[in-house]
């Protein structure tokens, strides 16, 4: 079983919709929760980064950590053709050697116009 | 500001050919590492640096060799390229530990036939 869990999709929804992307993971020393935007042949990109339990907002973006259930979610608000992108949630534990990251496999996230 | 820079962006090798990938950040960033991308299975942690003259292994350390002589660079060796290496490979840096922000490189495509 890997230490995170994440949906493959592809998810496809069209352009104006709520979009949800999830998260789980096993390690309960993860206290770093961050969401990664990755467009096709591009590098990882930081999109939201939340420490510890609890909701984040930044424009369309809202990010939830729930510890007690080990899940964390993204939401993407009146998502448009530019959302399209794969997703990636990372975590890492503190005084983690390296500030090494643990990865989910990524969501392919398509809006439709 | 160039933030992370990798060289090359495509390389095909042959079996059991050695080479050398680059990277170069302007950030003045202590932490430095390699992740490869696989599909399906997210990035994962080959090796890091937490400042010049000291690295460490990460999760998938076998095949490659990396050192830190100044700051700036850290560049990841493949001694023997095997096909099991074909991947993507991101070069990232941060500031420090502790959940510091990990900045991702563009990538490195690399093809061992």
């Known amino acids: 079983q890997k230490e995170v869990e994440q949906d493959p999709g592809p998810l496809s929804v069209p352009e104006g919709a709520i979009v949800s992307l999830n998260c789980t993971y096993s390690?309960?020393?993860?206290?770093?929760f961050m969401w990664y935007r990755q467009y096709s042949r591009k590098g990882p990109e930081l999109l939201m980064y939340?420490?510890?339990?609890g909701n984040k907002e930044d424009g369309r973006f809202t990010a939830q950590v729930d510890k007690s259930s080990k899940y964390i979610s993204l939401f993407i608000r009146d998502s448009q053709p530019s959302d399209s992108a794969t997703y990636l949630c990372a975590m890492s534990a503190a005084g983690n050697a390296g500030n090494m990251l643990t990865f989910g496999g990524g969501t392919r996230l398509m809006v439709k116009p | 500001n160039a933030g992370v820079t990798q060289t090359p962006k495509f390389q095909v090798l042959k079996t059991g050919q050695s080479m050398t990938l680059q990277c170069a950040q302007d950030?003045?960033?202590?932490?430095m590492s390699w992740y490869r991308q696989d599909p399906g299975m997210g990035l994962r942690l080959i090796h890091y640096?937490?400042?010049?003259?000291?690295?460490d292994q990460g999760e998938v350390p076998n095949g490659y060799n990396v050192s830190r002589s100044t700051t700036e660079d850290f560049p990841l060796r493949l001694l023997s390229a095997a096909p099991s290496q074909t991947s993507v490979y991101f070069c990232?840096?941060?500031?420090?530990?502790?959940?510091?922000?990990?900045?991702f490189g563009e990538g490195s495509w690399l093809t061992v036939v």
């Open positions: 990232a840096s941060s500031l420090g530990g502790g959940g510091n922000t990990i900045y």
């Open positions: 640096s937490v400042g010049a003259g000291i690295t």
């Open positions: 939340t420490y510890s339990s």
């Open positions: 390690n309960s020393a993860f206290q770093y």
């Open positions: 950030m003045n960033h202590e932490y």
